[in-house]
């Protein structure tokens, strides 16, 4: 199993350390902010599997970090579950509105948001499966999932091992969203093969190769992994 990130943001040191605990117990890895312009920034550098918002943050609250979250689109499909201490319904409605996928008021029990974490990294999953099996394109390259097939242009086929067309796949069916090489090699070779990550580097630089100035399209996120871009072509 891939040990999944979380984004926790929160401005109540108590609290925040609770919810630490809780979750690496629970097997997950933190990256913890304390403000909205953290959060933001921790998002953007360390592409977390899931975010905790809390509404009420300094420098911008959690509706607005929500709602720049979701106007960026790597991050379109990151779950997101809002806590508050309020608990009126119009305060739910607005972080629903602008994106969010679960609300829980404060005092939240921690087993409770546990469970309702490990409920929208199911429901985000299942949703990630569904939509990587779709015909892809990307200008005049087009990525064909039935057919196993890879095509730029009227050319001949691109020919690529399982494993790369996997890879490819699963990148370019989230444009902009950075998958960290763990996440890559579950998905490309699976889940307890008996390999290293950088196993993925050596995928990618195939792949790139394979594709010619298509390759441009996979690009480097120094320290994290890979990402299929959002750009056209220049």
């Known amino acids: 199993m891939v040990q999944k990130t979380l984004l926790l943001v929160e401005d109540d040191p108590d609290l925040l350390e609770v919810l630490r605990l809780t979750f690496e117990m629970e097997g ?3 990256v913890l902010a304390t403000d909205g312009e953290q959060a933001l920034d921790k998002a953007k550098r360390h592409a977390p599997d899931l975010v ?4 009420m943050l300094p420098k911008l609250d959690g509706i607005e970090v929500c709602r720049q979250l979701r106007a960026e689109p790597a991050f379109r499909r990151l779950p ?3 806590l508050t201490a309020k608990s009126e319904e119009s305060d739910v409605v607005l972080g629903l509105g602008m994106g969010a996928d679960d609300y829980l008021s404060k005092p939240a029990r921690p087993r409770e948001l546990v469970a309702r974490v490990r409920s929208l990294l199911r429901r985000s999953s299942h949703n990630d499966a569904t939509i990587t099996q779709e015909r892809i394109a990307v200008g005049n390259l087009v990525i064909d999932p039935i057919r196993f097939e890879i095509r730029i242009g009227e050319g001949e086929a691109v020919q690529m091992t399982p494993s790369e067309f996997k890879l490819l ?3 370019a069916s989230s444009p902009g969203r950075v998958f960290r090489r763990s996440e890559l090699l579950d998905s490309t070779i699976g889940a307890g093969a008996i390999v290293t990550e950088r196993n993925i580097d050596t995928h990618v630089k195939s792949v790139r190769k394979k594709l010619g100035s298509h ?3 996979i690009e480097t996120v120094r320290g994290v ?3 299929f871009s959002d750009r056209p072509l220049s």
Not at 52 to 55: G, R, S
């Open 28 to 30: 997950f890895r933190l």
């Open 52 to 55: 905790i918002l809390d509404v």
């Open 215 to 217: 390759g441009e399209l």
């Open 80 to 82: 997101i579950l809002m």
């Open 169 to 171: 796949q699963t990148l």
């Open 225 to 227: 992994g890979y990402r």
